[in-house]
């Protein structure tokens, strides 16, 4: 990694950011508990308020609680450059997972500042509400909001895993604001966020530039069998629930290895009545598929649904199939990809093109407006852990990213 | 099915019978639930030493609540020709399993008493504790004690599922007796039970002469491997707990294509955290080997635990393997075997040698007396569910090829 010598954010005062919010929640041994509209989440959101009105920025906080930075530009389109992230974490959540998105946005803007840099474009910062859908379903819901796609009559009915509802919580600890994301005036959004996977940290290099994002197909498999004695019951007499799961799941990462690209997860399998003597009735399993092409993702079903028939009809053995999730690719606007790639070429960071394999907020924005994504190596490729870590200078290095690619498109009129 | 027309039971009688014990813990619908050691099971305990004394036999109950009824022979030997089997049940049992060979064989002394039937040898019926095991480990308690393989010292502390001790049980329902059953004089044991399996259904026959019983392999496999995020985590990296499990519990089934005769089964399995987009970082899961052959049951589990160590390798798991359980196969006694063939032959029912699928107090008497077993099917081959049926006419031949049987081993001198 090495350094240029033009406009740079400041890296120290940024980590120090990230420990200081990193505190509201802290668990033990590390890790961040925020969950979505809890009281640790709106002391989150009050620092970074404050953080804002600091720099500046003039606040706004929508209804469900996101709040937005603007930096006003000087020229005759002052439509917004918008970055951010969110501050909500899982459970057991780390310090960098949508933490960074929104701390390097407002870094960027104080930068901007104390260079007395002009811009054309106003340039903002966005903490979105519930990105992890941990407590309140579903996940992205304040970029899915702003985006008009989730309307607020919506939103504050929906119930949450400890039964309170939103507007109870919203009302609770007077989350919300009045003023709406001007959403018309939005041009662009750049979200810096950490990879959460392997892949710089395998290639060793220091940014990736998100050209794309997986579509999902989440699918729920319930199979009938029958119970019976493990003992006396001869082998082609069994109607094998437990036997049809396994052979599905284990026929899922054969796909993987058919289908160049297709990642593909059976996380829970469940036997009923579950004993080491008796043959399952009941098997229920989720399957979780993933690829960047649509064209793909819906071969490698049709080639799933195929096989746990063929299997169910030879076991004597009831499938129902449900769908859960079904979210199609992402593909990012080219030239906010090209900001992106511009801005890692000319600060000499190494860096790939590369795919997101998690869910973002900036592929709901990329629904209305042009979007792209930055990442930073995870350290051990691991997240949603309280062992998530990326390094300072990883940390520096996508801000000073962020920054470049958000000049390019706010068009800089000083350096 | 045709009836020869030599000394019989009284069919209408033993079905009677069985629909009256079934009254003592009967549960709606048709099953029973009698658990050993409960008040149910003292209940039913009761009513069988009551017909045991109304049949004129000599009664002993033994310090864990076996027990005994005799009928004295008229030779010179008068060592016991001894049938039987349990009362108890599982949490959701039937009226036939256990039940029929212990109201069989007193049918059988009645009926001898009936047609004054002298005999060289003495009979007795015996009724075992415990031999579910599903309240309290090990199953067929009764005949292990019996037979010496387990001491009052190691029963009476065993702790149930429900927290209290077997000594608190037995003084709290004044269960057990002094009068340990005479070891010493047992000549031979022979029971009747219901096949618990489809096999005679299948082959729509009337009586299995029970000359073998399978061999058990119990282990469980526990899998370490990581969780990690079923999106961004590239395949060639995962080390997937789950897959690791499912792939073994497919190659189960494979084993017994592969090895005849071998029945394998898992039943349990579960994964954590059982998440739909988490790898799974353990799997735990059981894994139920029976053969008749002991050879072939370490061939099975040979390929097996290499399969265990290859698929481990490759995905990086950490697999430990413990096991459960390891009970050798028994060939039963050739002349107790003919024994039960002759009789069913004299009495023109069809008929099968066959293996015992499931576990029972005659595989334990083997292994200290000369031994065998008597099947009538079980209607759709079930067992262990309230549904478990057997026809009247089949607990008829049941109970008359035990007669016949026991007249031939006890030596008869008047028909």
Request: include cysteine; aromatic fraction near 4%; charge should be negative.
């Amino acid at each position: 990694m090495t350094r240029s010598t033009t406009v740079q954010i400041n890296g120290e005062r940024l980590w120090s950011e990230l420990e200081s919010l990193a505190k509201i929640g802290a668990l033990p041994g590390g890790g961040v508990c925020r969950l979505a509209f809890s009281k640790e989440d709106k002391q989150g959101r009050d620092y970074v308020e404050q953080r804002m009105r600091d720099a500046g920025l003039e606040v706004r906080i929508d209804p469900i609680g996101n709040i937005l930075g603007v930096r006003d530009g000087t020229g005759p389109d002052r439509r917004l450059v918008l970055t951010g992230s969110h501050i909500d974490t899982v459970g057991t959540g780390g310090k960098y997972d949508g933490s960074l998105g929104v701390l390097a946005g407002l870094e960027v803007l104080q930068t901007l500042n104390e260079h007395q840099v002009q811009t054309h474009h106003a340039v903002g910062v966005v903490a979105f509400v519930n990105e992890e859908g941990v407590r309140f379903m579903p996940d992205m819901m304040g970029s899915l909001y702003v985006s008009g796609q989730l309307g607020l009559d919506e939103i504050e009915p929906i119930e949450g895993i400890d039964g309170k509802t939103i507007k109870e919580c919203l009302d609770e600890v007077a989350f919300s604001g009045e003023d709406d994301i001007p959403v018309d005036f939005i041009k662009s959004f750049i979200e810096l966020h950490i990879e959460q996977g392997p892949v710089l940290l395998d290639k060793e290099l220091d940014i990736g530039i998100v050209d794309r994002v997986q579509g999902i197909l989440w699918e729920e498999v319930v199979l009938e069998g029958e119970s019976n004695h493990a003992g006396v019951t001869p082998m082609h007499r069994r109607r094998d629930a437990g036997y049809v799961a396994s052979s599905i799941a284990a026929y899922v990462r054969t796909l993987t290895e058919e289908i160049e690209g297709l990642r593909g997860t059976v996380g829970a399998l469940s036997l009923f009545p579950n004993l080491i003597n008796v043959i399952a009735k009941e098997a229920t399993m989720t399957i979780d598929l993933r690829h960047a092409e649509k064209d793909r993702l819906i071969q490698a079903r049709d080639l799933l649904h195929q096989k746990i028939n063929a299997l169910c009809e030879k076991e004597k053995v009831r499938p129902s199939i449900k769908p859960l999730a079904d979210v199609d690719p992402v593909i990012f606007d080219a030239q906010c990809v090209e900001s992106v790639e511009k801005a890692a070429e000319a600060l000499h960071y190494s860096s790939m093109r590369m795919i997101s394999g998690a869910g973002h907020d900036a592929q709901i924005m990329a629904s209305k407006w042009p979007a792209s994504m930055i990442f930073i190596p995870s350290q051990d490729g691991i997240s949603h852990n309280i062992n998530e870590y990326s390094t300072p200078e990883h940390v520096e290095a996508g801000a000073n990213v962020l920054l470049h690619a958000i000049l390019d498109k706010a068009g800089m009129s000083t350096l």
